[in-house]
């Protein structure tokens, strides 16, 4: 079992950036891949990026490539998510999600995820 806790979300205007971080309690971080995911409201939730065990290959949709990063740091425990760029249109609630079973979208574990407004 992993425990995973968003944090960075906040107010931003068009343009702007954010980091959101997702610290974990699982000392078993490094044999998960993880992901990171949005909710709209009245949409359904979204994957926008997912990272590999040993963050080697990472997969974002369409809509943020080139803006949006995502990484990990197995030392500390802890997945990221570099936002550039921002647009209205990425205001949402977004999770950070984890699974040990890697190359598709379905995970397992979620947090209970942060704000993203931009304005």
Same mark, same amino acid.
């Given at each position: ?14 343009? /702007?950036?954010? *980091?959101? =971080?997702?610290?974990?309690? &699982? $000392? ?6 993880? @992901?990171? +995911? ?8 979204? /994957?926008?990026? *997912?990272? =590999?065990?040993?963050?080697? &290959? $990472? ?6 490539? @080139?803006? +949006? ?51």
């Amino acid at each position: 079992h992993v425990q995973l806790v968003e944090s960075g979300g906040g107010s931003v205007q068009a343009g /702007g950036s954010l *980091r959101l =971080s997702c610290p974990t309690s &699982s $000392s078993t971080f490094s044999s998960y891949c993880m @992901g990171w +995911f949005r909710q709209a409201p009245g949409k359904a939730r979204e /994957g926008v990026a *997912r990272i =590999s065990i040993d963050g080697t &290959s $990472s997969f974002y949709a369409d809509s943020v490539k @080139g803006r +949006f990063t995502i990484t990990r740091d197995n030392a500390k425990n802890s997945l990221y998510l570099q936002m550039n760029s921002l647009k209205p249109e990425d205001t949402a609630v977004y999770y950070c999600a984890a699974d040990s079973n890697g190359g598709t979208w379905d995970f397992g574990y979620w947090g209970q995820g942060t704000q993203v407004t931009v304005s």
